[in-house]
């Protein structure tokens, strides 16, 4: 018995009946067992090793280029697998899984964050990150092959249903749509009152009743109610009160922080460089560094594969290349 083989028998002596199993994981393409990695923890350290992955650190949260403390898309994601992997391990969950799913559910972010995603589905009528995560992890990773990464089935679905219409199949999946939530009210909270936006006197009473004023003890209450509730279960929940209470935290920030008006003018920067580009290399499609012809074709999707993935700096970078004339002293 090797190594891999070992970590399997555990898994299925020491995880919960609703746990998902690493030998029972499935891939399109049927590869070799790794004999020392399990095939979740394989795909974990096929996303990691990923430019995508790495591009998340230059990927904005919610501010754009603020400052060397603030939360990176990056930082996001290292942050929700922490706190799934939390989850899974009271659970008797999967937490090989569990991280797989994080550190690969946003590798489809746009620059920019949500701001050049709405960017982007104005112009072409539908686009969404978690679709385009599963799309970067499935077609366009593998050192530009377009083969994508072949990650087991159970990882792609937790990475389309950590948001959106489709709930996740396994439990980890399902942690992971929470803990996504969890972990971006919570850090966004923290950054926010960084950058003095608002600080924990203008929480709401039930919010601050039920979770506390600091971003550890939010955590560390919707936590607490997710494994409370969810042990030995084949669903993840909430209670009604923290479920509610998160709800109401939600609203909050999108009225205080993420739609604030003392962030809109670098929103609108932002989605108006998104849209320019896009429109660049929609007429100007040779202009596309990793540019093949193909029968003098380029399509839409390519473009919107070549935006999508640029980096905040970048992005930035080809906006002034393409749209402001250069200035010679």
């Known amino acids: 018995m090797n190594i891999r083989e070992s970590i399997e028998e555990r898994e299925e002596l020491l995880l919960s009946p609703y746990a998902a199993k690493s ?23 096929r996303i990691i090793h990923s430019k995508c992955f790495r591009r998340l650190k230059h990927k904005t949260q919610v501010y754009i280029a ?56 104005e112009m072409v009528g539908h686009f969404n990150h978690n679709e385009q995560s599963l799309r970067m992890v499935e077609v366009l990773e ?18 389309l249903g950590h948001t959106g219409e489709t709930v996740p199949n396994t439990l980890e999946g399902q942690i992971i749509r929470i803990v996504d939530r969890i972990a971006y009210l919570c850090h966004d909270y923290d950054d926010a009152q960084r950058a003095g936006m608002l600080t924990s006197n203008d929480l709401p009473e039930e ?17 607490k109610d997710m494994v409370e509730q969810s042990f030995d279960k084949p669903k993840i929940v909430m209670s009604g009160e923290i479920e509610s209470t998160m709800h109401v935290f939600r ?14 003018p670098d929103r609108n920067k932002a989605a108006h460089v998104v849209k320019n580009l896009f429109t660049h290399f929609m007429e100007h499609p040779e202009d596309i560094e990793t540019y093949v012809e193909r029968d003098g074709l380029y399509s839409t999707i390519d473009i919107i594969d070549y ?23």
């Open 23 to 45: 030998r029972e994981a499935t891939r399109d393409i049927e590869e070799e067992p790794d004999p020392l990695r399990t095939a979740f923890q394989r795909d974990r350290d």
């Open 66 to 121: 603020p400052g060397d403390h603030y939360r990176t898309r990056m930082t996001h994601t290292l942050e929700v697998g922490q706190i799934g992997r939390t989850v899974a391990r009271a659970l008797r969950l999967n937490e090989d899984l569990v991280e797989a799913i994080a550190m690969g559910h946003d590798v489809g972010h746009t620059p920019f964050g949500h701001v050049g995603e709405y960017a982007l589905r």
């Open 142 to 159: 593998k050192h530009g092959t377009r083969q994508g990464l072949n990650l087991t089935k159970e990882v792609r679905n937790g990475i």
């Open 207 to 223: 919010v601050r009743t039920y979770f506390g004023d600091t971003p550890s003890s939010m955590i560390t209450a919707m936590v």
């Open 251 to 264: 609203q909050f920030m999108f009225q205080n922080v993420y739609l604030a008006p003392a962030l809109i």
């Open 307 to 329: 935006v999508a993935g640029l980096t905040d700096q970048y992005a930035i970078k080809l906006f002034k290349k393409y749209y402001l004339p250069s200035i010679t002293l």
